[in-house]
């Protein structure tokens, strides 16, 4: 399960998963379903209807960008041996560490239940680069561009991504 699907990570996370052969359920709103499915989502679920644990556990592996529910949520929608990757930091969160608050609670949690709950730290390495560029080479992953600002329209930019509805990436072009 991928939730924020059709977000700038999710629409890579949707597709990279596919190309390694995973069933895929993508997490979004109604207006970017057909995208998600179009990215190869094998299922998709609007989350204005319907929550993430509504058939119970079942998800090996939930990697979560969009950083808004709660960890106990997250696990109840995962297999007893699944893997939740919390990606990014998401809007809100505790008093202390505002939306760091899962990232950091999630390991601490970890040695006490039988999931696996990790955060996803990005390691820039070379062959990674080369998959993802024989990837996208072979059209089995896409780049999903949602909209192109000016630099100079860089501050736009932002407030479009704080509103958190983006459809994959936001472009800034120099």
Not at 6 to 23: C, D, E, N, P
Not at 150 to 155: F, G, H, M, Y
């Amino acid at each position: 399960m991928i939730i924020g699907a059709a977000g700038g990570v999710g629409t890579f996370a949707v597709q990279l998963a596919k190309a390694f052969g995973a069933s895929v359920t993508g997490v979004c709103g109604a207006a970017k379903a057909d995208l998600v499915r179009s990215l190869g989502a094998d299922d998709v679920i609007d989350y204005t209807r319907h929550e993430i644990d509504r058939d119970g556990p079942r998800y090996d592996v939930v990697i979560d960008t969009a950083g808004n529910r709660p960890l106990s949520l997250l696990r109840r929608a995962m297999t007893p041996r699944g893997t939740l990757v919390l990606v990014g930091s998401g809007f809100g969160g505790g008093p202390l560490f505002g939306g760091y608050d899962r990232q950091l609670r999630a390991p601490l949690v970890s040695p006490f239940v039988s999931q696996r709950l990790r955060s996803l730290a990005a390691k820039e390495r070379a062959e990674d680069f080369e998959e993802l560029g024989r990837l996208i080479e072979s059209g089995a992953v896409t780049p999903v561009i949602d909209r192109t600002y000016a630099l100079s329209d860089a501050p736009d930019a932002i407030r479009h991504l704080a509103e958190g509805h983006a459809a994959g990436k936001t472009v800034i072009t120099v």
